[in-house]
């Protein structure tokens, strides 16, 4: 499974990293993304990738903007500490909202539905 993380902070995106390897050895983290204009650049070359997870508030926007106008892309985990965003992250083929911290058995199981 090739991952893709969209996590502004560093040691958020290390953690997140940290579980999805624990969940499974052989996933492919492909990138970790900072910012919504660096996942837009990453977007728009590259696409070989089977889940995402978001965080919904970035330092330059929104992640949500990211996938506004993208007609196709992978189901998202979408990872914040703000339940605002509930409603509308399911618009965006979101697969789960998990609210920070997060905790590995909510992580594992937003996974298992993916899988």
């Given at each position: ?6 996590e ?10 940290a ?8 996933i ?10 660096e996942?837009r650049e990453?977007?728009?070359s ?15 926007g929104?992640?949500?903007e ?10 998202i985990i979408?990872?914040?500490a ?11 083929n ?5 609210l920070?911290?997060i905790?590995k ?11």
């Amino acid at each position: 499974m090739n991952v893709l993380i969209i996590e502004d902070e560093k040691p958020a995106g290390e953690r997140l990293a940290a579980m999805v390897h624990e969940y499974d050895p052989t996933i492919r983290i492909l990138a970790t993304l900072r910012s919504v204009k660096e996942a837009r650049e990453w977007f728009a070359s590259q696409n070989r990738l089977d889940v995402i997870l978001a965080d919904i508030q970035l330092n330059d926007g929104l992640s949500l903007e990211i996938f506004k106008n993208k007609a196709m892309h992978p189901p998202i985990i979408f990872t914040t500490a703000f339940d605002e965003y509930l409603i509308k992250a399911f618009e965006f083929n979101s697969i789960d909202y998990l609210l920070k911290p997060i905790q590995k058995t909510k992580l594992f199981h937003a996974l298992d539905k993916y899988i």
